[in-house]
């Protein structure tokens, strides 16, 4: 199993620029990111800046998500907004020129919010379009766009809160290279039953990434069944990394002690780091991620 760290939630004790080599620290050889910029088209001296510290932390970037808006403020994706449409367009060829040129061959689309002045028809409509859009640049460097379910509760507005609703999206776009991100926090939150989302659906998996539910902590903070999870995944047919995307209890560098627990001898990613003490996080859920 590979797993990987997302920086936009692990290690944001430290500046942007600094977290790869953080992550390479505590043993990882593999990150991902949300969209890190604040504008679809940062300077070139920006992106420059952050491919540099990748390539010289010596880790890989398995994923990156498109721009989807202003996340702080609840935004969550542009794929289907008439308002941000035209910002996530401007952005396709900017986030899949960095994902080319740092080797990484996954992009996130989130869908967005749900549009008052837009019929829902209308709406998934425009996300198909720019869906299709986006699957086409991403092609050009053979990468895959997931299509990401996130929860009710923390994103109330928007509509993708299930795996078949997102089944639904991908197979209306029909592109071989539009695939499923299973994110296990935001599904079992919603009630899934996310083995059998795993023994079933498995192969249509474009990235995995997980958290505990509840509190998001990193696995052991909560009550899902991470023995069984990590099991089911190690058989079944997903062999791409698994995103730990999850807002750690304590210092970051010291929360991959669920890791022994496990996957004795196996640890994620090869992180060293002891762990902190497993307390459930507090309930209390951010709003500026997904």
């Known amino acids: ?52 510290s990748i390539e010289d932390a010596g880790v890989r970037l398995v994923g990156l998500n498109f721009d989807a808006g202003d996340m702080a403020a609840g935004d969550r994706g542009l794929l289907s907004r008439p308002d941000g449409s035209a910002r996530f367009r401007a952005n396709i060829e900017v986030a899949v020129g960095l994902a080319g040129t740092l080797g990484c061959r996954v992009l996130n689309a989130l869908y967005g919010n749900r549009a008052p002045e837009l019929s829902s028809d209308a709406q998934h409509d425009l996300a198909l379009s720019n869906l299709s859009r986006a699957a086409e640049a991403a092609a050009g460097i053979g990468a895959t766009v997931v299509v990401e379910a996130l929860n009710s509760y923390e994103s109330p507005t928007y509509p993708i809160v299930s795996s078949a609703a997102a089944f639904e999206v991908i197979d209306r776009v029909g592109a ?72 750690p209890v304590g210092p970051s560098a010291e929360s991959f002690g669920w890791a022994d627990r496990w996957m004795p001898g196996e640890r994620a990613g090869g992180a060293g780091g002891r762990s902190s003490q497993e307390t459930p996080p507090s309930a209390e859920h951010t709003r500026s991620g997904e």
């Open 176 to 247: 071989a290279n539009v695939a499923f991100l299973a994110d296990l926090y935001h599904l079992h939150r919603m009630g899934e039953d996310v083995l059998a989302l795993i023994d079933e659906n498995s192969h249509r998996f474009g990235h995995v990434q997980f958290a505990d539910d509840p509190g998001r902590g990193q696995p052991g903070t909560g009550a899902m069944p991470y023995d069984q999870i990590l099991d089911r995944l190690r058989a079944s047919e997903y062999r791409g990394n698994i995103g730990l995307e999850y807002r």
């Open 1 to 52: 199993m590979k797993f990987d760290v997302n920086l936009s939630i692990l290690f944001t004790e430290l500046p942007l620029l600094e977290r790869p080599a953080a992550a390479a620290k505590a043993g990882f050889d593999a990150v991902e990111l949300w969209w890190p910029f604040d504008r679809p088209c940062p300077a070139d001296r920006e992106i420059e800046a952050l491919r540099r």
